[in-house]
């Protein structure tokens, strides 16, 4: 189970570092972020977004990308909850 206390990616403002590298983080890594912070599973997190279970695990498992519109609906969702991935 992800959580950010035991997470390989260390959370630094909406970046994580991988060996020396900053890198920016993709949408599978806010979701899977997000999910964490607020406690939900995946079936909770479909439930709050309007779409399926299976979309939830599609997009954590970079199987398939989110519509730009649900990134907007997304990323506003997370600001609504406190949860910001900007520097």
């Given amino acids: 189970q992800f959580s950010p206390e035991n997470c390989a990616i260390t959370r630094i403002c909406g970046c994580y570092v991988d060996g020396d590298k900053e ?3 993709e949408f599978k ?3 899977i972020y997000a999910r964490a912070v607020l406690k ?7 439930e709050e977004l309007g779409v399926s279970y299976a979309t ?7 199987n398939n990308a989110p519509s ?14 406190g949860i910001t991935f900007e520097r």
């Fill in 23 to 25: 890198k920016k983080m």
């Fill in 29 to 31: 890594d806010k979701l």
């Fill in 40 to 46: 939900y599973s995946q079936t909770k997190m479909a």
């Fill in 56 to 62: 939830i695990n599609r997009w954590e498992n970079g």
């Fill in 68 to 81: 730009k519109t649900m990134i907007v609906l997304f990323e506003n969702y997370c600001k609504k909850h």
